[in-house]
């Protein structure tokens, strides 16, 4: 029988969580976790990993990079390397629709993409969008971002979100009421942004109050950052 999100219990570590272990598979995101893991029959060696911001793809990205020993660089870095130097092995470039309208990393991207399948090493690309929409400036490029395979971690589902909730709190050390996650998951719009963003107010708001993070305390936050656009502070 699953577990409802008042039911799923999870390690509560004081450190951030970033293993094999800590990552929670639902049904939301198996897939993508499934084509990560099988990354020696990736087509041409090269995935591209698509998520929102918290989604999940950096701490996906990490455990592929400590199995399979890879290197893991922004591609906003790309130009400050010897491209050849990381092309003797598995590479993980993260946030690659960032230097998008940029040539001279457009370019090192390119670089390293080409002598990577040349030299038969595997590189796993992150990015918050596919690669149709990072307007890029390299044609060249474009056609081989287009042309990459690519592995999606949707927004949340049930027990997904209170996974993630889970996680950002006890990564900042915060110990919920065993109310308030179910509360928030039945209750909160269904995006990991905004996860990230009421952990970030229930954090700012516990410090100093002897009850800590209650289901009032929820309520309070999550019906302000309703009511507040994401550029603003609560």
Known sequence: MSK???????PL???????????YVSSSNALAVKLIDQWQTWPNGKMILVGPRGGGKTHLARVWAAETQAEIVPASALRRIHIPDLSHGPVCVENADAIAGSRTDEEALFHLHNL??????????????????WK???????????????????????????????KLLTDRQCV???????????????????AIRIVDALDARAMGR????????????LSRLEQTPPTLPL
């Open 4 to 10: 409802g999100p008042e039911q799923l219990n999870l």
């Open 210 to 221: 002897p009850r800590g993070i209650t289901r009032a305390l929820a309520r309070d936050v």
């Open 13 to 23: 570590p004081v450190r951030p969580a970033v293993g094999r272990e800590d990552y």
């Open 176 to 194: 919920p009421a065993p109310e308030v996650i179910s509360y928030l998951v039945r209750h909160m719009p269904r995006s990991f942004s905004m």
């Open 116 to 133: 990577a399948l040349a030299e038969g090493q595997p590189l796993l690309i992150t990015a918050s969008a596919p690669p149709r929409e």
């Open 136 to 166: 890029l400036l390299v044609p060249d490029l474009r056609s081989r971002m287009e042309g990459t395979q690519t592995a999606t971690l949707p927004e949340p589902d049930d027990r997904l979100l209170t996974a993630v909730l889970l």
